[in-house]
């Protein structure tokens, strides 16, 4: 097995399902495949999350490693992730639509339903063996432009690199010692509290 998914599993202090204590966000993937039956069935699972007025403003723009598409999303990686992310099999731009469909009016909760999308995809994606790590250190504008989005219309909310764990020891430093390093959390008294009776 693979000694960074026991390095990375979730210590909880409560009994999670396996699927959220396994997930973890990792830089070195495997030459192993992703297909894109395994892509769209990750957006699937995307697609069933919930959203306000089922709305379903994400959008998913995927390519495949050696891709022209993958080349332009990596070129607008910050220098932090340029040594890694192309290290994934599928690198996948998240956007959200600005408006509601049925009236035009902004859509406020675009953001809060599109994470909870990938919420969805990356659950799915552990029950698949398959990991992935959000990117948020990109050029927006650059990406946008990349891929031909109406600014006016639809905005990047995020990047995501998707592939099948590789070797820590494929990295470099200092991404060597993160692949090592157990994740940590703040206390759950700190983030969850009982409204006073
Ligand atoms: C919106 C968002 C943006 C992120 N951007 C980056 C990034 O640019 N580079 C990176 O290495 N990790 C990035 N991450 C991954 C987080 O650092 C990671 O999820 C966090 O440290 C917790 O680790 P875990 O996912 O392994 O539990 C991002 C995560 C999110 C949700």
């Known amino acids: 097995m693979n000694a960074t998914l026991a390095i990375k599993e979730a210590r909880t202090e409560h009994d999670v399902h396996p699927l959220i204590r396994k997930r ?7 030459e192993e495949p992703v297909t894109e039956t395994d892509l769209l069935t990750l957006f699937e699972a995307a ?29 607008t990686l910050s220098t932090g992730n340029q040594p890694w992310a192309p290290n994934a099999t599928a690198m996948v731009a998240i956007s959200a639509l600005k408006h509601h ?3 035009g009016a902004p859509n ?14 990356l659950t799915q994606a552990t029950g698949m063996g398959i990991h992935g790590h959000l990117i948020g250190g990109f050029d927006y504008a650059a ?12 905005e990047v909310i995020c990047l995501l690199v998707l592939g099948r ?19 940590m959390r703040k ?9 006073p009776d």
């Open 24 to 30: 973890f966000s990792p830089r070195a993937f495997s």
């Open 47 to 75: 697609a069933w999350a919930p959203s306000a007025m089922n709305e379903q403003p994400w959008r998913f723009r995927y390519a495949l490693r050696g891709t022209r598409g993958f080349e332009a999303l990596h070129d």
């Open 101 to 103: 469909a049925r009236n």
């Open 108 to 121: 406020a909760t675009r953001a809060f339903d599109t994470g909870m999308a990938v919420g969805n995809l």
């Open 143 to 154: 990406a946008s432009g990349a891929l031909g989005l109406n600014a006016a219309q639809e």
């Open 165 to 183: 764990l590789g070797e820590a020891e494929t990295l470099a430093e200092p991404y060597l010692t993160r692949e090592r390093t157990p994740r």
């Open 187 to 195: 206390p759950l008294s700190e983030i969850a509290q009982r409204i």
